[in-house]
């Protein structure tokens, strides 16, 4: 089966401009997790969805940080504005059992790499 | 918040060698997954041990597990070159169903 696919690879932008990231998760996967992993550091969960509907979005900045995930398949995370501290990897991820059971195996995306100038 | 701190940090093998990464967390967990990440394939779900277990194997895999010490190993035997990568447990269990918090990660090197 195809995995998780995530868009673009990669992004440069300048502090307070406004970044989008795309990510389609495995079909058939009713959970998909956004992660941010700062270089050096393991992956911080920032948004959890259960089909369309949001499990746990405690970690997410939502002064800044925005996220959707329509009709419960794609999902995209915004940044608006960027700081330097978001400078990152942006990792998508998707688990098949409705609610991400906690022993779901996760599959990861080959992730987004944002550097904020 | 990281829950888990692994150690060593970094470690540098030669082939054939056994590797062995620790990790410690600090509140009560369902289960604790370890995930090898290497720029070629991402982050990758290697294996997956419950609360109520104390070692499993997979493969050249070994992974135990001390709940009263808060913490988990895990072996990797006869190492190759390809198992070049960041190694990283992840708890997960308590009401947060899903979710995974992550260590800070061992940096392996495995000389040919």
């Known amino acids: 089966e195809a995995g998780v696919a995530q868009s673009p690879r990669y992004k440069i932008i300048e502090k307070r401009q406004s970044v989008a990231f795309w990510c389609n998760p495995i079909s058939g996967h009713a959970t998909l997790y956004w992660y941010q992993q700062i270089l050096g550091q393991g992956p911080k969960l920032l948004i959890q969805?259960?089909?369309?509907?949001?499990?746990?979005d405690s970690q997410l900045p939502k002064d800044r940080f925005s996220a959707e995930r329509l009709k419960g398949v794609d999902s995209t995370l915004k940044i608006q504005p960027a700081k330097l501290e978001d400078s990152a990897v942006y990792l998508c991820?998707?688990?098949?059992?409705?609610?991400?059971?906690?022993?779901?195996?996760?599959?990861f995306g080959p992730g987004t790499r944002l550097t904020v100038l | 918040s990281q829950q888990g701190e692994e150690d060593p940090q970094a470690l540098s093998i030669q082939e054939g060698e056994n590797a062995t990464m620790n990790c410690s967390y600090k509140t009560s967990i369902n289960n604790l997954q370890w995930y090898r990440q290497n720029s070629g394939r991402g982050l990758v779900h290697l294996i997956l041990i419950r609360s109520n277990e104390r070692e499993k194997h997979s493969g050249r895999l070994r992974v135990t597990l001390d709940t009263s010490k808060k913490s988990s190993s895990l072996l990797i035997t006869a190492s190759r070159a390809a198992d070049t990568a960041s190694y990283f447990c992840a708890t997960g269990g308590g009401t947060s169903y899903g979710k995974l918090t992550f260590g800070q990660g061992t940096i392996l090197t495995v000389h040919p």
């Open positions: 969805f259960q089909n369309n509907g949001v499990v746990d």
């Open positions: 991820a998707s688990s098949r059992r409705r609610g991400g059971a906690p022993t779901d195996t996760q599959y």
